[in-house]
């Protein structure tokens, strides 16, 4: 990762342009007299939570929003008697 180190001042009006820098992956070390006050850094992805993520993800097009109306499960088949332990058998058996 890229480091630059920029003044209060400088910082204040150019505060458009070095956010920018920072979503390229340049860390800013922010300067008040020459000495580091403070950093500007890219958010790291694993620290935002998952309704973040999956929003990021919808919004470049990756994944669509779920259809809450179309999750409806179909009603289990009818099975009377012995029927359905001999079927969950058989499917562990395979």
């Known amino acids: 990762m890229y480091k630059l180190r920029v003044g ?3 910082a204040k009006e150019n505060f458009s342009r070095l956010v920018n ?3 390229k992956g340049t860390e ?3 300067t008040e007299r020459g000495k580091p006050v403070a950093r500007l850094a890219p958010i790291n992805e694993e620290s935002l939570s998952l309704a973040s993520r999956l929003s990021k993800l919808e919004h470049a097009g990756i994944l669509e929003p779920a259809n ?4 409806k499960l179909p009603s289990p ?3 009377c008697g012995e029927k359905a332990q001999a079927f969950l058998e058989e499917d562990r058996n395979r």
């Open 28 to 30: 800013i070390i922010l």
């Open 68 to 71: 809450r109306a179309s999750l």
């Open 21 to 23: 820098e920072v979503k």
């Open 77 to 79: 088949l009818p099975l």
């Open 8 to 10: 209060m001042r400088e």
